[in-house]
């Protein structure tokens, strides 16, 4: 069965940096596009950036383009997200999926951005 374990997140000031990852199992990974999704307390699930197959292509949601960069490695089945210029506003659960399917999501990891 699909499963997706995230890790990496933390407690971290306003300006910090930190990289999620993202363990992949139970499917052929090198072969799915995948996603990085996140949800602040109260508020709905938000997409943040989305990587091909492959890794060449990238795309991320306007709010944290040019501040995250989404890379995979497909030769230990695992996805990263790198969280530089962290803001009080990225605080919220983290989460991995297959691309647009949010039935493969993980249990999440936290990120807290507080001074």
């Known amino acids: 069965r699909v499963q997706l374990v995230e890790s990496g997140g933390d407690l971290v000031q306003p300006g910090g940096s930190l990289r999620l990852s993202c363990a992949a199992s139970?499917?052929?990974?090198?072969?799915?596009?995948m996603d990085w999704v996140r949800q602040a307390p109260g508020k709905g699930l938000e997409w943040v950036a989305q990587?091909?197959?492959?890794?060449?292509?990238?795309y991320y949601a306007d709010s944290v383009k040019g501040r995250f960069t989404i890379s995979r490695d497909n030769a230990k089945n695992t996805l990263y997200l790198q969280l530089n210029n962290l803001k009080t506003e990225d605080t919220a659960m983290y989460y991995c999926?297959?691309?647009?399917?949010?039935?493969?999501r993980g249990q999440g990891t936290q990120v807290t951005v507080s001074s």
């Open positions: 990587i091909s197959y492959s890794g060449l292509t990238t």
């Open positions: 999926r297959r691309a647009a399917d949010d039935t493969s």
């Open positions: 139970g499917f052929t990974f090198s072969t799915y596009g």
